[in-house]
């Protein structure tokens, strides 16, 4: 059984500081998904990383996908109000037909 | 991405009655799967929709319980059956596009009384 482990569960800070979420696993995948999801909404697709090592930056936030495609990490630069919410990561393995296996989320407080 | 629509989008019912959610997507799509998602927790996965056969379950799901039908590459529909409080979650249906990435309809928010 695959295992997700997102860390920190909870982060609360101040507009204007950086955070990073982690999403690590003892298993590899052949691509990850981070989610953000507002409160009382669905869960809406961020990025997928596909390639060890690789990184994305969508404005504020960058991604990355560890080298042996095994963890992931989400970094939020100059955090604002706006970024606030529920940061889930998901792992897909294309040979189990890419069902995801989601982190237990990060849910992030951005105070003004 | 594509635009996936589910009905309803939230209900109240009874305990012993069961629900039907409906999933539609505008583009026909191989993959679609059912997830849950319980208060203050993160996504579950329930069963792969498979279209022209029986849906795959998860570990704790079973057909009896949760019937998912899939006539066509666009449309699936759940069934939670003989509901009790223990089912009161969100449904959310999704599908793979391109390079496996995964995006969620809008949920259904399930209150059983």
């Known amino acids: 059984t695959q295992l997700l482990e997102q860390s920190p569960q909870f982060l609360s800070i101040q507009e204007g500081e950086n955070l990073t979420v982690y999403c690590n696993s003892s298993?590899?995948?052949?691509?990850l998904q981070w989610y953000r999801q507002e409160p009382g909404e669905s869960s809406v697709l961020l990025v997928t990383v596909v390639t060890g090592g690789e990184v994305k930056k969508l404005k504020r936030l960058t991604f990355q996908f560890g080298d042996a495609r095994k963890d992931s990490s989400l970094h939020i630069t100059a955090a604002q109000p706006g970024d606030t919410g529920l940061y889930l990561c998901?792992?897909?393995?294309?040979?189990?037909?890419?069902?995801?296996?989601f982190g237990g989320g990060t849910r992030v407080l951005v105070k003004p | 991405s594509a635009v996936i629509s589910q009905k309803p989008s939230r209900d109240i019912c009874q305990r012993g009655t069961s629900l039907t959610i409906q999933c539609q997507v505008d583009?026909?799509?191989?993959?679609m799967f059912w997830y849950r998602q319980q208060p203050g927790q993160s996504l579950t996965l329930i069963a792969t929709a498979n279209q022209g056969s029986e849906a795959t379950y998860e570990s704790g799901f079973v057909i009896d319980k949760f019937p998912i039908s899939r006539p066509n590459l666009t449309f699936s529909t759940l069934t939670v059956s003989n509901m009790s409080p223990e089912d009161s979650s969100i449904y959310l249906c999704?599908?793979?596009?391109?390079?496996?990435?995964?995006?969620f309809g809008p949920g259904t928010r399930l209150t059983v009384t």
């Open positions: 999704s599908v793979v596009l391109g390079r496996g990435e995964q995006y």
């Open positions: 583009s026909q799509v191989t993959m």
């Open positions: 998901a792992g897909a393995r294309w040979a189990a037909g890419n069902k995801l296996t």
């Open positions: 298993s590899v995948f052949s691509s």
